[in-house]
């Protein structure tokens, strides 16, 4: 990282320890995703411990991984200390990579030695029934907090919501959310009272002064906090990259419009499921324009269930058809919204590419409009699903064609420079963003006058002391841990995935003892297949030349088959060879009557 205007000191210990608050990011600095900070400070003889967010981040391979959430190893180190208490998480909104790894920290909360019965976990209405519905997906027991306790005998969450401008207390902390504009409802950033001095947290956030929704960044209370004085400002670095200002979410609204006015047959919106703001402007087109709408995708369903729980979106009745009813429209009174933008193999979007999609086939003149931008490192993928749909004879619309089809929800550099402003820090610690984010923003800070900045990745610890100011406090554990229906996958079990999907696979069943020997051999994912089987039977047939024993037989025909195969293709296979010796036992020689046996 850069050199520091004023480097911020290694955090002595002393008696000012109990005036110091330590920050412990456990993931979303020095990447993006799996946002999850921590937060500990000494009340009395108790250490208390409290999170911000709880978010998942997702492979860019297909190995059979769900999703990858923080390492907990250092929260849970410390909860074996019975004078520590986990006050529990605090969710800035219901974004995935904010809340996506909450049903991993309570499984791991609750297996945990300190027989944690309850995790508390607080939030907006939007955030927390996103989180339940993770919950009920995942098998993870919950309850309201005004709920009657003894009707879960299980250790379960218990949720509390939380309004903006509503001050509430946890252990030590007070807390107090402030509404900020993101890309979706109830967004919030959290002004935390620590002993060390006021910490703000922007969450997620941009300065949009036309929102869909109408509700504005709460700028007045932001600055009305900077006016009482704020110790530390920890602020999104997502897009610090670009200069001005981010574009309006009215804006996009407008573009919408005009695509689903022009399309003469089917029309489908492809978009980022949770992008509430986005699903209603496309609701409000079809209206408009004399279409239903037909929901593609079990995730843009859920959210819109969601929100019409919560009443955030008021339609009529008739508005929404089933993907069976929309079959049977005429295509020019049907608009889709479908989901997958990134071209993920089970999304929506590339199955409807790939002509398997159940619902939807797509002809020539049909539209499809991605609202949504493309995630680094996912562009081949998308870029290969969009020539696939246009080999439909479908004219794509992206953000090349019409620039004003999508637009971020997290401030660029113009808006991260007004909250800095708005909030005047003594100190400030970049996240949610990678190496070149973090020091990109930290540039920022010190260009505008903020006397201590300092850079943290993943597990580097920075305490916060209202004397002396912020510094670095030593280092954690950090990293990923790659999930699969709720199971953990080791590192083990991930490097074999891989080999099995680099170099495939050869199996081997060898019985012997009845007659002539017999070996079959099987491959998957090899080229060259009868090559292979051949090659590996003849390997296999030498290696057995040498000692019956099975247990060896087995090693010398998997070491000879590898070694051949590897020389043909380049790279060994998994090799796996079963021995099955059907010969019979040598009879055990009876005993004489004085106990001997005959001989």
């Not at 799996?34 to 208390?48: I, P």
Request: hydrophobic share 40%.
């Amino acid at each position: 990282m850069p050199d520091r205007k004023i480097s911020p000191r290694t955090v002595p210990r002393s008696a000012s320890a109990r005036e110091a608050v330590r920050l412990v990011p456990l993931g979303g600095l020095g990447e993006i995703g799996a946002n999850c900070l921590m937060l500990e400070q000494r009340a009395g003889e108790a250490l208390e411990l409290l999170l911000v967010d709880c978010g998942a981040t997702f492979p860019n391979d297909d190995y059979g991984v769900d999703y990858l959430h923080p390492r907990f190893d250092h929260l849970l180190h410390r909860l074996e200390d019975p004078t520590s208490r986990l006050l529990g998480v605090v969710l800035t909104h219901g974004h995935e990579d904010h809340i996506g790894a909450m049903a991993a920290l309570a499984r791991s909360v609750f297996r945990s030695r300190a027989q944690i019965a309850a995790l508390h976990v607080w939030g907006a209405p939007h955030a927390v029934a996103l989180t339940r519905h993770r919950f009920q997906d995942e098998g993870v027991a919950y309850r309201d907090h005004d709920d009657d306790a003894a009707s879960t005998a299980e250790p379960c969450v218990v949720f509390h919501v939380v309004d903006p401008r509503t001050p509430f207390s946890l252990g030590s902390y007070e807390l107090e959310m402030i509404r900020v504009t993101h890309s979706i409802p109830q967004a919030a950033a959290l002004s935390i009272q620590t002993r060390a001095g006021r910490i703000v947290h922007s969450g997620d956030f941009k300065l949009d002064p036309q929102p869909s929704d109408g509700e504005l960044t709460d700028e007045s209370r932001l600055s009305a906090l900077g006016d009482e004085g704020v110790a530390l400002l920890l602020s999104d670095s997502t897009n610090v990259l670009r200069d001005g200002h981010t574009g309006s979410e009215r804006e996009a609204a407008f573009a919408l419009d005009r695509i689903v006015g022009e399309a003469e047959q089917r029309v489908v919106i492809g978009l980022f499921a949770s992008n509430l703001h986005r699903v209603r402007a496309v609701a409000d087109a079809c209206q408009r324009h004399g279409r239903h709408l037909c929901l593609l995708g079990r995730s843009v369903r859920k959210h819109v269930e969601v929100a019409r729980a919560l009443r955030l979106v008021d339609w009529p009745s008739d508005l929404l058809v089933s993907p069976e009813t929309a079959s049977d429209l005429a295509p020019e009174n049907v608009a889709y919204i479908a989901s997958g933008t990134q071209a993920e193999p089970r999304g929506s979007l590339r199955r409807i590419a790939s002509g398997i999609h159940p619902s939807l086939r797509l002809e020539p003149g049909d539209v499809v409009a991605l609202s949504s931008r493309i995630i680094p490192g996912n562009e081949r993928a998308v870029h290969r699903m969009v020539d696939d749909l246009m080999a439909f004879g479908v004219r794509v619309r992206t953000s090349r064609t019409d620039p004003d089809i999508h637009v971020s929800g997290h401030a660029y550099r113009g808006e991260q420079e007004r909250l800095i402003e708005l909030l005047r820090p003594r100190a400030f610690i970049p996240v949610h963003g990678t190496r070149m984010h973090l020091a990109r923003h930290a540039m920022l800070a010190r260009d505008l006058g903020v006397d201590q900045v300092l850079t943290l990745v993943d597990g580097e610890v920075a305490a916060l002391d209202r004397a002396t100011g912020l510094g670095r406090d030593g280092a954690v554990p950090a990293g990923k841990v790659a999930t699969n229906a709720g199971l953990v996958l080791d590192e083990e079990t991930l490097r074999e995935r891989r080999k099995l999907g680099r170099c495939g696979v050869v199996t081997l069943t060898v019985v012997r003892g009845v007659g002539d020997l017999v070996l079959t051999v099987y491959a998957r994912g090899v080229p060259s297949y009868d090559e292979v089987v051949a090659l590996a039977a003849r390997s296999a047939r030498r290696a057995l030349e040498g000692p019956p024993r099975a247990e060896l037989a087995g090693e010398r025909v998997r070491r000879a088959v590898r070694q051949a195969l590897g020389d043909l293709l380049g790279e060994r296979p998994t090799v796996d060879v079963s021995v099955l010796d059907m010969r019979p036992e040598p009879a055990l020689r009876k005993p004489r009557g004085d106990g001997k046996e005959e001989g």
